[in-house]
Each structure stands twice: as structure tokens, then as C-alpha cells.
């Protein structure tokens, strides 16, 4: 197998006009959304992550028609609130289907655990949040679906916020109108998806985790929750874990070094589809890559290397709140946030879910 260097899909992009024109035309002919928006000069750096709404694994071909999801939106819409609610053990998930300048979207909602704790500065003290009526504070994900390829977009507003499986799970519970169960996974350029899919073994995986804030939930599990633990013991540490799978000393392959292989390339497909929008240049984790054995057309194992770093289409972009009315600014931030780099990487994501016939 020949070795090619994957094109870079991943820019820094900051927003430093107080207006700005939020979607430029061109995407399928459709007219700039939204025009230009009165802008505040503060902001937050955000990362757009893009996935792809595919079969799961076990359905063999995973690449579907494309669906209609203004439809699949507007049939969610016309559920009430608790019919778009969902649980999954300990977590509770809401969606509701948002319209924008006749584009739709969803913001898919985690209800916070615990007491919530709030500043009064009028009084001086610290306390709990009260909330008027049945309300709850949430953790938001915007998703915007792109008009091809069953691409979606998302950016999430903390750490707590609702990753793609559970996006995945939401949608599979609901009575959408789709009428087969769904997997979404990371978007990524050339065939890094594949190569993983299709692996033989996957005998090493390392990444690099940047000091910062906690950036893995609590419910993390697998390689989420190896690296969590790590990054909270040591938080302002830049930590790399590198897990390797060792060769076997005598001839062929014993049952122990194959079950070894399996559980790390699992693994690694679990990380990849929770965490894949932390992955980046400018991200939580700026290093991961995996080392992978691949049959040949001769029936021979060919060592390749996956770089999930160039090949996961990310964009970190300052997402500036407005001050208006109607749908919080936080929605309406994110949405233009999101399709804005849809517009700019719009080459990339095509060609990303082209490459598998």
C-alpha cells in the first residue's frame, strides 16, 4: 500500500468584522441566509465538527439515499415536547426542530444533573438556582443538516453538551418518519473511515491531550473515560497516551493479541464517534492517530497510519452571541456559525462522502 499525505481539512477561523455576511451563495443555489448581521466584537471560539448520517455497521452497505430532512424535521415538529423526549439511563434528552430564514435545524438538549448554582451580586452570596415552573437548565447541540450526502453539522455549547451518539439514539427513538434505524460518524477526507472500518488489526493508538478544562463528560466510557481520568488528575499537563498493542514473540498470532486488536480498534471507532469534534490543530486533543494493519489485493497485511488530526473536517470559529429577539442568540450564533463553514469546506465535505462508492 502506498503512502499519501491526506489534504488538510482543519483552519483556525476568526471572525473579526463587527458585520459579516453569514453564508456566502453558491451552496446548491441557495440564497445567502440571514445577510449581514450586527455583530459584537466579543465572542467564543467554538469547534464545528462534521458527521455523516449513515446505516449502522451491521446493515453491510452503510451509505443511504439522501434523506429529506426538512421533512424528518417537521414531523419531529409536530410531536409534543415530551414525545421528543428521550432516556438513556441517567441522561435525559429533549429535541425541538427550530426554522431560520426557511432553513431548518435542531437543537438537541441534556438536562443538566444536580443542583445548579447562581450569583447574586445585588445580595452578595452565592446560591441555588431557582427556576419558575417545570423547568430545567440544559446543555445544548445545534445540528444544521446540509443539503447533500446526509451531512450534518453540530457545534455544542459546553463540554456536557449532547455528543453525535446521542444525537444517534435520539433520532433512532423518535417517530420521525425514517423508516430504518441511523449511525452517524465523524466526516472524515481520502478513506481514514474506511481504513478503520475495514482494519485488520489496529495494533496502536496515541493522542495528545492539551491542558485546559475538563473536556470529558462523566459518563465517558472506553478511551473517553481512560483519558478523563488522566486529564483530571493532571489538568494543566499537555498528556500523551499512547495505547499499543504488543507483537507476538513467537510465530502467527495468539488468541490473546487478536482479542487485543479487536477491543483497540473498537475502542478507537467509540472515541472517535463521542469525541471526533475535540480532535484538531486547535483542539482539546491535537494528536491522534492510529496504526493499522490492512489486507492487500494480494491477501497480505499492509501496515498503514491513520491521522484523525488531518482527515476529521473541523473548524474552530468564534461564535458571537447577538442581542435580539426571538430564538436565543445562542441558537441563532450557532446556526450561522455552522453553516458559514459548511459554506467554506463545502469542496471538502463533498468530496469526503463521495470517496466511498
Known amino acids: 500500500m502506498t503512502d499519501w499525505t491526506p489534504t488538510e481539512m482543519i483552519h483556525s477561523l476568526e471572525v473579526t468584522q463587527a458585520w459579516r455576511h453569514t453564508v456566502a451563495q453558491g451552496m446548491d443555489g441557495h440564497q445567502p441566509i440571514g445577510g449581514w448581521l450586527p455583530l459584537s466584537s466579543a ?40 414525545q421528543r423526549r428521550y432516556t438513556d439511563g441517567e441522561d435525559v434528552y429533549v429535541g425541538e426542530p427550530i426554522e431560520m430564514h426557511g432553513t431548518h435545524h435542531l437543537v438537541l438538549a441534556r438536562l443538566r444533573d444536580g443542583d445548579v448554582q447562581q450569583v447574586d451580586w445585588d445580595h452578595g452570596r452565592i446560591d441555588d438556582l431557582q427556576l419558575e ?18 451531512v450534518i453539522g453540530a457545534i455544542q455549547s459546553s463540554a456536557s453538551a449532547p455528543r453525535p451518539t446521542a444525537l444517534q439514539r435520539w433520532l433512532n427513538s423518535m417517530d420521525s418518519g425514517i423508516a430504518e ?13 474506511e481504513k478503520i472500518n475495514n482494519a485488520e488489526a489496529v495494533h496502536l493508538f496515541e493522542m495528545r491531550l ?8 462523566a459518563d465517558s466510557g472506553g478511551l473517553g473515560q481512560f483519558s478523563r481520568d488522566a486529564h483530571r488528575c493532571n489538568p494543566d499537563a499537555l498528556i500523551t497516551l499512547t495505547i499499543k498493542v504488543p507483537k507476538q514473540r513467537r510465530f502467527g498470532r495468539d488468541t490473546s493479541r487478536a482479542r487485543g486488536e ?28 492510529a496504526h493499522v494493519s490492512l489486507e492487500s489485493s494480494d491477501g497480505s497485511l499492509a501496515e498503514d497510519r491513520i491521522n484523525f488530526v488531518s482527515d476529521h473536517i473541523t473548524s474552530r470559529k468564534t461564535v458571537t452571541l447577538r442581542r435580539s429577539e426571538g430564538h436565543a442568540p445562542w441558537y441563532e450564533a450557532a446556526v450561522h456559525a455552522v453553516l458559514d463553514v459548511a459554506s467554506q469546506h463545502e469542496r471538502e465535505l463533498r468530496e469526503a462522502v463521495s470517496a466511498v462508492p
Not at 415552573?133 to 446526509?150: A, E, K, M, Q, Y
Not at 492539551?210 to 463528560?217: I, S
Open 43 to 82: 465572542g467564543r471560539k467554538k469547534t464545528v465538527a462534521f458527521y455523516e448520517v449513515v446505516r449502522p455497521k451491521e446493515a453491510g452497505d452503510p451509505r443511504m439515499r439522501h434523506l429529506e430532512w426538512p421533512t424528518v424535521l417537521r414531523n419531529l415538529a409536530h410531536l409534543g415536547m415530551r
Open 133 to 150: 415552573g417545570n423547568r430545567h437548565i440544559v446543555d445544548t447541540t445545534i445540528v444544521c443538516f446540509l443539503p447533500f450526502g446526509n
Open 181 to 193: 434505524d441511523l449511525a452517524i460518524r465523524p466526516l472524515v477526507g481520502k478513506n481514514a473511515w
Open 210 to 217: 492539551m491542558p485546559g478544562p475538563t473536556m470529558f463528560p
Open 262 to 289: 479487536r477491543r483497540l480498534r473498537e475502542d478507537v471507532q467509540r472515541f472517535m464517534s463521542e469525541f471526533g469534534s475535540l480532535i484538531g490543530p486547535d483542539g482539546s486533543v491535537d494528536r491522534a492517530i
